[in-house]
């Protein structure tokens, strides 16, 4: 069967197919609750990028990897001297994940190329499904590592000595599972990327919108910060002698509750990742050490987040007399996306006739370090109750089909029909 362009305003992706290969990804790396544990660089992850590969050579795509583990699969264009447009997300997911973050955007984008060889429909870019390598930045922070080293963020020397908590680098467990390509990580060069992803929020959802149509990203630091105190015993210390980094780090924790609150509107931190040394339930804890997350769309606004932290935590540490070290692990400025590519996307959710609104992204992407070297766009679908980074993670198979819809038809207008 083949399309005319001007069928192209009914052609819809295969919403059966797209949601079963979502869930067979699922089954690798199960959760404990339904959800996923699919960590970077781990074997559930090599499963993964295998199971991948192999979908995409049987749609008749080539697979290139590059030497952060980057995986390019490649349909041929009419003019092979076009620049490729790309589109793809992450398959790597948090401890406890869902099964959809960053995986909808891989596998939709399979689904795209699937359909484009069921219709027999030939375009003049080539176009290019991507597996970025450790989006999520859970076991090797920062977030977002292999695209920020592809867009020139990072060094892959920097990314390669990255640690997770056992110690373990990320250059060594790539090359554990095999992932270590060939290509010049940042070689590639593209005509656009496209990223379809939930919005892990509750916008669309309590709006009653189908798809987001992704202008911005919020900006973020990530500020690791060091207490050192003095391990003592809980029970014949008393109060006034004691030096405790876990109290410190409770205190600092809830000014960073207090510094979002008042920054607010469109301002969010907390603290997701906090250990406290030596862990043990009779010591009265000699160091902590933990990691905040600061957000905003708005750059002056997050940076000043950041300053007033930095001005009033160490006074929280010296008033128990506690050593401070702070260190940012994590950064990026707020995105403005490809203001024709977000034309495009818009359009292309009023041609199919989903309703749609404009959306800041509050999630980091690795569209956000691919827009400074290409045009970028994100489309998001909605999640239940705006849940993400949880195993409950859930959205419909029609909010799957819309969005990766919506993901085809920009691909189409970007990648160019030819008769
Ligand atoms: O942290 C983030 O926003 C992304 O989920 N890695
Ligand atoms: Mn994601
Ligand atoms: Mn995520």
Sequence with gaps: ??????????????????????????????????????????????????????????????????????????????????????????????????????????????????????????????????????????????????????????????????????????????????????????????HAMLELHIEQGPILEAEGKEIGVVTHGQGLWWLQITLTGRDAHTGSTPMDMRVNAGLGMARIIELVHRIAMEAQPDAVGAVGQANVYPNSRNVIPGKAVFTVDFRSPDREKLDGMRARLEAEAPEIADALGLGFEVEPVGHFDPVTFDPALVETVRASAEKLGYSHRDIISGAGHDACWINRVAPTVMIMCPCVGGLSHNEAEEISPEWAAAGTDVLFHAVLETAQIVA
């Excluded at 052609?11 to 990804?25: Q, T, Y």
């Excluded at 996923?36 to 049987?58: I, S, V, Y």
């Excluded at 699969?73 to 997911?93: F, I, Q």
């Design 1 to 190: 069967m083949s399309a005319s362009p001007a069928a192209g305003e009914n052609l819809r992706i295969n919403s059966a197919r797209l949601w079963d290969s979502l869930m067979e990804m699922a089954k690798i790396g199960p959760g404990i609750a339904g959800g996923n544990n699919r960590q970077t660089l781990t074997d559930a992850d090599a499963e993964g990028r295998a199971l991948f590969k192999r979908w995409c050579e049987d749609a008749g795509c080539s697979m290139g990897v590059d030497t952060m583990g980057n995986m390019f699969a490649t349909r041929p264009g009419a003019d092979p001297e076009a620049l490729p447009v790309y589109m793809g997300s992450h398959l790597d997911t948090q401890p406890t994940g869902g099964k959809y973050d960053g995986v909808l955007g891989v596998l939709g984008a399979l689904e795209v190329v699937r359909s484009l060889n069921d219709l027999g429909i030939r375009t003049k870019h080539p176009i290019v499904v991507t597996n970025w390598t450790n989006e999520e930045g859970a076991r090797f922070a920062p977030a977002m590592l292999a695209s920020g080293v592809f867009a020139g963020l990072h060094t892959q020397d920097y990314a390669y000595a990255r640690t997770d908590a056992e110690g373990k680098s990320f250059g060594e467990e790539l090359k554990r599972i095999g992932w270590v390509g060939d290509e010049e990580v940042g070689a590639r060069k593209m």
